[in-house]
């Protein structure tokens, strides 16, 4: 293999020995999240997407979005093993947001997707306020394009149990985050909830500026040999095809309850079709999270069958251009 030339909106990026699984792709149906276009309506969840690994298969420049995986202040080394089991149709995770922190964040990660031509929001994560404050504060003012907080994250200000299930606690954070930056801010709800438009009223009605759902849901897996769990951390978060009912509902609920916040739907879409379930739930995108586990390119795949459906459904395009939703 040789030199390949990977041609960006922005700028030609050369990389040695790469394999461009997709030729460039002129998109014909761009969406708009809080202000901010993507040139189509998929994006990577952040969970899933590590640069340095997909930069081999294909040109991030052409996804809607990269949305990263999670930066915490310092570096954080996870949960212990086994981190992760397979379900019916899912998977299940305790990898515990290990990452090497928001400094690496800046000097590494994000230079070389912005150079790649990416659009990217950076993914915030913390156990406790002050830490969603420290990493917000060095995001402020960096070449991110969003920011994404991700409030299911157990917090240790609030007893062990995530922001994002506590509305008065959701609130409080926001009202901390909202001031240190005028970056478009996303709030990326846990579906662990009794009522998901309880806490998206609550990030709305103090700064939100779009929402994303679902996050993983809670499940676990027995040894049968043992009896014992799976996962070392007894629990872990479930997701894959099996969850894609459960963020459709979310979405559906939501864009009822809220019907001018901008939604990002995320959850079991490996497949045009099922990111056109999401728009037409009312989401103005989509993440593609745990596909990307079994097939890398799987973001890029989803958006260029999304692209072709779109071409027939012409109203629906119209209103994703328009920053406006099917519902």
Same mark, same amino acid.
């Given at each position: 293999m040789?030199?390949?030339?990977?041609?960006?909106?922005?700028?030609?990026?050369?990389?040695?020995?790469?394999?461009?699984?997709?030729?460039?792709?002129?998109?014909?149906?761009p969406?708009?999240v809080?202000?901010?276009?993507?040139?189509?309506?998929?994006?990577?969840?952040?969970?899933?997407?590590?640069?340095?690994?997909?930069?081999?298969f294909?040109?991030?420049?052409?996804?809607?979005?990269?949305?990263?995986?999670?930066?915490?202040?310092?570096?954080?080394?996870?949960?212990?093993?086994?981190?992760?089991?397979?379900g019916?149709?899912s998977?299940?995770?305790?990898?515990?947001?290990?990452?090497?922190?928001?400094?690496?964040?800046?000097?590494?990660?994000?230079?070389?997707?912005?150079?790649?031509?990416?659009?990217?929001?950076?993914?915030?994560?913390?156990?406790?306020?002050?830490?969603y404050? *420290?990493?917000?504060?060095?995001?402020?003012d960096?070449d991110?394009d969003?920011?994404?907080?991700?409030?299911s994250?157990?917090?240790?200000?609030?007893?062990?149990?995530s922001?994002?299930?506590?509305?008065?606690?959701? *609130?409080?954070?926001?009202?901390?985050?909202?001031?240190?930056?005028?970056?478009?801010?996303?709030?990326?709800?846990?579906?662990?909830v009794?009522?998901?438009?309880?806490?998206?009223?609550?990030?709305?009605?103090?700064?939100?500026?779009?929402?994303?759902?679902?996050n993983?849901?809670?499940?676990?897996?027995?040894?049968?040999?043992?009896?014992?769990?799976?996962?070392?951390?007894?629990?872990?978060?479930?997701?894959?095809?099996?969850?894609?009912?459960?963020?459709?509902?979310?979405?559906?609920?939501?864009?009822?309850a809220l019907?001018d916040?901008?939604?990002?739907?995320?959850?079991?879409?490996?497949?045009?079709?099922?990111?056109?379930?999401?728009?037409?739930?009312?989401?103005?995108?989509?993440?593609?999270?745990?596909?990307?586990?079994?097939?890398?390119?799987?973001?890029?795949?989803?958006?260029?069958?999304?692209?072709?459906?779109?071409?027939?459904?012409?109203?629906?395009?119209?209103?994703?251009?328009?920053?406006?939703?099917w519902?």
């Amino acid at each position: 293999m040789g030199e390949v030339t990977m041609t960006t909106n922005k700028t030609d990026v050369k990389h040695t020995d790469h394999i461009n699984l997709y030729e460039a792709h002129e998109w014909k149906h761009p969406t708009q999240v809080a202000g901010v276009t993507w040139k189509n309506p998929v994006g990577t969840a952040s969970g899933t997407f590590q640069y340095a690994a997909v930069r081999w298969f294909y040109d991030v420049s052409q996804l809607g979005a990269v949305s990263t995986k999670g930066c915490s202040p310092v570096p954080w080394e996870g949960n212990p093993s086994p981190r992760t089991a397979e379900g019916p149709a899912s998977n299940i995770n305790a990898v515990g947001l290990q990452n090497p922190g928001v400094d690496h964040y800046l000097e590494d990660d994000l230079p070389k997707l912005k150079k790649a031509g990416a659009t990217v929001v950076a993914n915030v994560a913390g156990h406790c306020d002050d830490d969603y404050a *420290a990493v917000v504060a060095k995001l402020a003012d960096s070449d991110a394009d969003m920011l994404e907080i991700n409030v299911s994250c157990p917090n240790v200000t609030h007893g062990g149990m995530s922001v994002g299930t506590d509305p008065v606690a959701l *609130a409080k954070l926001m009202d901390r985050l909202r001031p240190m930056t005028d970056k478009p801010m996303i709030i990326k709800l846990t579906p662990n909830v009794t009522d998901i438009t309880v806490p998206a009223r609550a990030a709305v009605e103090h700064g939100a500026d779009a929402l994303s759902m679902i996050n993983t849901l809670l499940g676990m897996r027995i040894n049968i040999r043992t009896g014992e769990p799976i996962i070392a951390n007894t629990t872990g978060g479930v997701s894959g095809p099996a969850v894609l009912p459960m963020g459709l509902a979310a979405v559906y609920r939501t864009r009822t309850a809220l019907p001018d916040i901008p939604i990002i739907g995320i959850g079991g879409v490996d497949s045009g079709e099922k990111a056109l379930e999401y728009l037409y739930a009312g989401a103005n995108a989509v993440e593609v999270g745990a596909a990307a586990l079994f097939d890398p390119v799987a973001p890029l795949r989803v958006a260029r069958e999304l692209d072709d459906l779109l071409d027939d459904r012409p109203e629906l395009a119209a209103k994703l251009a328009a920053g406006e939703t099917w519902r």
